[in-house]
C-alpha cells in the first residue's frame, strides 16, 4: 500500500469492509452477481416494452423508463468494481476514482427524487387539469424535465470533487465496500463547517425541494380526485401508488445510507457493508415489480410478452 501511494500524483485507499467477506467471498460473488444479473434483466425488460410499444409512448410511461435507466446506471456504478473487488485479494482503488463514484452514486440518487418530482407533476396535470395536458406534456417540457433532473445534481456536485483536491488524506481504509459519503472522513479537515455547509445546500436542493413538491403535489391530487367522485379517485390511486410507494422506499433506503456513512455506529463490519448496499439492492429489484404489478398497462403487455415467450419456448421443445 505504501508503495503504491509512493507513486506520483496518485494515492491509493483500501476498502475496510472487505474484512469480514473475504472468508465467503465466493459465495458473496455469487449472490452478488446474480442480484446484478437480475436487476439489469428486470429493470431492461420494462425498459425495452417502453421503447417498442408506441401505446406506452406517453409522458407517464417516459418518466418510469427514465426512473429504470437511472436504476440500471446507479447499480452499474457499484456492482462491477464490487464484483471485481470480491475476488482479489486486495481491495484498492485511487482517492479520484473513489470520489468520482461518490459522486456518481449521490448525483443519480439525487436524479431518482428529481424524476419522482417530474412523474408527480406530470399526473397532477393529467388528473387536475386533464385537458390541459397535451399542452402542458408536450415532448419538449419532458425532455426540458428529465435532462433537469439528471444535469442538476450533478453539476451541485462538480464542486466538491474539485475542492477535494484541497484536503490532505489522514487516513488511507475506507470503512465500506464501496465508495460513498464516507470517502469524506478521510480527509484532513481543521475546519467541516463550509462542507456542512455545502452538503446541506445540495441535500435541500435535491431532496428536500423536489420531495416537499412531491408531497404537496400528491396532497392537491388527493383534494381535487375526492371532489371530483369515484372515477377521477380511483383513475388517482392506480396511476400514484406506485409512485408513492417508490419514493416512501427509496426515501428510507437514502436515510439509513446516510445514517451508517456519515454516524459511527458500532455495527459488525459485514452488518454494515449490507446496510450501505441498501440503496443499490433494494431499490433496483424494487421498481420493476412495482411499476410490472401495478401500471395496467405495464402489467398487460409483460403478461403478452411472457405468454408469447412460453408459446414459443414450447414450440421449440416440441420440435423433432
Not at 460473488?29 to 431492461?44: E, Q
Not at 444535469?151 to 470503512?175: A, H, M, Y
Not at 437514502?254 to 458500532?266: F, H, Q
Request: hydrophobic share 50%.
Amino acid at each position: 500500500m505504501d508503495q503504491m501511494n509512493d507513486k506520483p500524483n496518485v494515492t491509493y485507499i483500501t476498502f475496510g469492509g472487505h474484512v469480514e467477506l473475504q472468508k465467503y467471498r465466493f459465495l458473496y460473488f455469487a449472490m452478488t452477481f446474480s442480484v446484478y444479473v437480475l436487476i439489469l434483466c428486470s429493470n431492461s425488460t420494462i425498459l425495452c416494452l417502453i421503447w417498442v410499444r408506441r401505446s406506452l409512448h406517453q409522458p407517464m410511461y417516459v418518466f418510469i423508463a427514465a426512473l429504470l435507466c437511472n436504476s440500471l446506471l446507479l447499480s452499474t456504478n457499484v456492482y462491477p468494481k464490487l464484483l471485481i473487488d470480491l475476488l482479489s485479494d486486495v481491495q484498492i482503488t485511487s482517492h479520484l476514482a473513489c470520489r468520482i463514484q461518490a459522486l456518481i452514486y449521490y448525483s443519480l440518487c439525487g436524479s431518482e427524487f428529481l424524476l419522482l418530482a417530474a412523474m408527480a407533476y406530470d399526473r397532477y396535470v393529467s388528473i387536475c387539469k386533464p385537458l390541459q395536458y397535451q399542452a402542458v406534456m408536450r415532448k419538449r417540457t419532458v425532455t426540458a424535465l428529465l435532462v433537469l433532473a439528471w444535469l442538476l445534481p450533478s453539476c451541485q456536485l462538480v464542486p466538491s470533487l474539485i475542492l477535494g483536491d484541497g484536503f490532505r488524506l489522514c487516513k488511507f481504509t475506507l470503512n465500506g465496500i464501496f465508495c460513498n459519503n464516507a470517502v469524506t472522513k478521510l480527509s484532513c479537515m481543521t475546519s467541516a463547517g463550509p462542507y456542512i455547509i455545502y452538503g446541506v445546500f445540495i441535500l435541500v436542493n435535491t431532496i428536500f425541494v423536489p420531495l416537499a413538491f412531491i408531497l404537496f403535489t400528491y396532497c392537491k391530487i388527493l383534494v381535487i380526485s375526492y371532489r371530483r367522485g369515484s372515477d377521477v379517485r380511483k383513475r388517482a390511486m392506480q396511476t400514484c401508488a406506485p409512485h408513492l410507494l417508490v419514493l416512501v422506499s427509496f426515501s428510507c433506503l437514502c436515510s439509513y445510507d446516510v445514517i451508517i456513512a456519515r454516524l459511527d455506529i458500532d455495527l459488525p463490519k459485514a452488518a454494515r457493508s449490507i446496510m450501505t448496499l441498501q440503496v443499490v439492492l433494494y431499490q433496483p429489484l424494487f421498481n420493476p415489480i412495482i411499476y410490472g404489478l401495478k401500471m395496467k398497462e405495464i402489467h398487460k403487455h409483460l403478461k403478452r410478452l411472457f405468454s408469447q415467450s412460453r408459446i414459443c419456448v414450447l414450440g421449440r421443445l416440441r420440435l423433432p
